[in-house]
């Protein structure tokens, strides 16, 4: 197999685009950037429609790249182990298919599937590991990318067996093959080599080794991108720290928000802290011990056992450092529990029993007052973090109570250790299986921990006496998962056991409008009102308990979706707001707001709009077909404010509200000129009558859009523009009134696409963009 998986991926994308697959053709070309630089939001948004079309036009190729990145992404950016392993092996099935065996792609679902057992116990799974990389690697020519992946994936394996110099040589003999087959060593490369040195203990050659790769990618490159500048500081930042170097170390680490939003950093970036904490550059506080809890949490509850528990001995030796007992024994719990789901243990059950005993060798927290006066003494204090951890468990310790177990739990939930605290409200409910309080906050920390398991454990316990509770806690998870139908579902099912409850209404209209079903979402917030406030009418200040005003916006954002302008002014005049007409549909003008919707790629788009209503709006810019509005549109948007106003009161600030749904198309189809920017005071004048005439222009280029003079060849500014064609108006109208209103201009504009639909000469456009570069 010598094909060239990115030439493939070209001539497929281009195959795609003339058979009319646009969408699926820009997922092919996109899959790849969004998985390995960590644009999860995007990727998670285009995979599903890809894969579909993939089957549905019956291209297996493509089906094993659009799975093979997808997986890349689950395993290297977001460290998924068990969460991920029948992907894995499915995907090995299929890509060594009859019909899949010789797609270039097709290697890459061993890495994928060696990566995932990587991330569940790398030392556990060595001989497996390196049976099938062997196997693979005997088949791959040096010249192929697939055999740098696979050779830094063997080196991987070869660390995890405690064998850093069979690493570092295999390193070095894979790099001397790929060289004399022609090609270079990607960057990948160095972190892999970089690796093995510091296993080694030799942090200065480590450091050298990224210079050394980062200066071969440039040689080649352009310039980093951001993953890539991500990960090469904080590899030095590592490095450096290990060297004693913690001034160059911290320029080098990446902020704790980068970490926090990329998880293949986290480890080295902890790594990296705990240096810097003992040389006393980096503050060891209750913040740092929450944030790296949080992170231990996600890998437990990703299966990927052997990350978790090396993340969570860092965070031990810290918590141990600063004196916080009850963390650092919740900790070495966790680490006792994750021993359980090992293959191999040695090397790491030693490592976890010394910070047991380092966890328990820390003083007992001292109460500041006889334990039966705590509570009041409690009552009194506002404690938080560790402290409060350290107090409550010392309390309950010296005399057990529901209460101070229940305390204590909240306390390690917040520091980031849901699933020891719902380890310890579980036990207790074993104890008193009758306590609903117990059963409510254990709900609310399973569901924090990610524990799916642990929540059909606690419903079908709750089922046979408190049937209601079991659906609202079936409802609550399957919601924290985005599985909207089955929220519907349980809170319906739940509605019935207990008509008298508020909140799965709520819910349930939630789940409603997250699927599209806004009658469904209408009736329940009409039916929470009702349930909510007084039978013998509304009152105009709304003081019942349960009714909120976000439930009034909710409403009113559900009724304008379904056109009741009726109940959009009933409920809005609850609000406040003042309407000019007292019936018929709300189409006023209020304001300038951003409305922010998704491209076809995921990636967000915040688009100026008219504020026609409460809650609709009317598009104002003309778009492309990488978003499914366009200019006239009137939308429907979401009542949560997305960006505060700033208290300067800025001038330019404009509201933002995320996209519910679209409500009434203007049906204007999309032209695009180019060309020499003619001057604001005429570009004003073509804009006017263009308005005039039914059409619409945005400008969508900037000011670093520049063009040069064929003539003199200076720099002019340029104008890339979309034409709005209204539905009734034909492409040769729209190509007349543009050739009317831009003759006699200094530079000609182009449209050579909307010529083309016209059915005029194109010959005149396309000698514009050969003149001007366009």
């Not at 699933?419 to 924090?448: C, G, K, T």
Request: proline letters at 5%.
């Amino acid at each position: 197999m010598s094909t060239d998986i990115w030439a493939w991926v070209h001539d497929n994308h281009a195959r795609l685009v003339e058979s009319g697959q646009h969408r699926l053709a820009d997922a092919l070309a996109e899959i790849a950037g969004h998985a390995v630089e960590g644009r999860n939001e995007q990727l998670d948004a285009v995979f599903p429609e890809a894969l579909a079309a993939a089957r549905a036009l019956d291209l297996p190729w493509v089906e094993v790249f659009l799975r093979h990145w997808r997986l890349q992404n689950l395993l290297n950016k977001r460290h998924q182990g068990e969460a991920a392993l029948e992907e894995a092996v499915s995907l090995l099935e299929f890509a060594h298919r009859p019909e899949t065996e010789s797609c270039p792609q097709s290697v890459c679902a061993v890495q994928d599937f060696t990566i995932c057992h990587a991330n569940i116990d790398g030392p556990g799974y060595v001989p497996e590991r390196l049976a099938v990389l062997e196997e693979t690697l005997a088949r791959v020519e040096p010249a192929r990318a697939c055999f740098d992946c696979l050779s830094r994936e063997y080196a991987d394996t070869l660390e995890d067996d405690g064998r850093a110099e069979a690493a570092l040589a295999h390193l070095d003999r894979a790099q001397a093959r790929i060289l004399a087959a022609g090609e270079q060593v990607s960057l990948a490369f160095g972190h892999s080599r970089a690796s093995a040195l510091y296993r080694l203990g030799r942090p200065q050659e480590a450091l050298d080794a990224y210079d050394t790769a980062e200066a071969g990618f440039l040689a080649t490159r352009r310039q980093l991108d951001e993953d890539d500048r991500r990960k090469l500081a904080v590899g030095r930042a590592l490095m450096l720290a290990t060297l004693g170097r913690a001034q160059a170390a911290l320029v080098q680490l990446p902020s704790p928000e980068e970490a926090e939003n990329f998880a293949d950093i986290r480890y080295r970036w902890a790594c990296a802290v705990a240096e810097l904490v003992e040389a006393d550059a980096y503050l060891n506080d209750a913040e740092l011990g929450a944030r790296l809890a949080h992170w231990v949490g996600y890998l437990d509850a990703a299966g990927s056992h052997r990350p978790c528990l090396d993340l969570l001995l860092v965070a031990g030796r810290l918590a141990v450092r600063r004196g916080a007992r009850e963390v650092a024994r919740t900790l070495a719990g966790t680490g006792e529990r994750k021993l359980g789901l090992l293959r191999r243990t040695d090397g790491v059950a030693d490592r976890v029993a010394a910070l047991r005993s380092a966890a328990d060798a820390l003083p007992v927290a001292e109460l500041p007052v006889p334990v039966e006066e705590f509570r009041d003494w409690l009552a009194g204090h506002s404690l938080a973090g560790e402290q409060a951890a350290d107090l409550l468990a010392a309390a309950h310790t010296a005399a057990p109570a529901t209460d101070l177990l229940i305390g204590l739990a909240g306390a390690l939930g917040a520091l980031g250790h849901a699933r020891a605290a719902a380890d310890l409200l579980w036990a207790r409910l074993e104890l008193d299986p009758a306590n609903d309080q117990l059963a409510r906050v254990l709900s609310a920390a399973l569901i924090d921990a990610g524990d799916g398991d642990g929540i059909r454990r606690l419903a079908d316990r709750l089922m046979a006496d408190s049937p209601a509770d079991a659906y609202w806690v079936r409802a609550r998870w399957a919601a924290a998962e985005g599985r909207w139908a089955e929220v519907g579902e349980h809170c319906a099912a739940m509605i019935v056991e207990d008509p008298s409850r508020i909140n799965p209404r709520r819910l349930g209209a939630l789940a409603a409008t997250r699927l599209g079903d806004h009658r469904t979402a209408q009736r329940l917030y009409q039916d929470l009102l009702a349930h909510a406030l007084p039978a013998e009418g509304t009152p105009a200040d709304l003081q019942h308990r349960a009714v909120q005003g976000t439930d009034l916006w909710h409403l009113v954002t559900v009724a304008s979706a379904n056109r009741d302008w009726a109940v959009v002014r009933s409920t809005g005049a609850l609000l406040g707001l003042d309407f000019e007409q007292d019936s018929g549909p709300v189409d006023e003008e209020w304001q300038i707001v951003t409305v922010r919707a998704r491209r076809s790629n995921g990636s967000p788009a915040d688009l100026p709009a008219i504020r026609t209503g409460p809650a609709t709006a009317r598009i104002m810019p003309v778009l492309g077909d990488d978003l499914t509005l366009n200019h006239g549109d009137v939308v429907v948007f979401g009542p949560t404010l997305l960006n505060e106003a700033p208290e300067d009161q800025d001038r330019d600030w404009r509201p933002a509200f995320e996209l519910l749904t679209l409500l009434d198309p203007a049906g204007f189809t999309t032209w695009w000129l180019d060309g020499v920017w003619p001057g604001t005071a005429r570009w004003v004048a073509f804009r006017e009558a263009l308005t005039d005439a039914g059409f619409a222009v945005w400008a969508h280029s900037g000011d670093g859009y520049t063009l040069q003079d064929p003539g003199t060849g200076v720099a002019l500014p340029g104008v890339y523009a979309a034409l709005g064609v209204p539905p009734l108006a034909s492409a040769a109208e729209a190509d007349a009134i543009l050739t009317t209103l831009t003759k006699g201009w200094d530079h000609p504009l182009s449209w050579p696409e909307l010529a083309a639909a016209a059915g005029v000469d194109v010959a005149p456009h396309r000698e514009i963009v050969e003149r001007y570069g366009l």
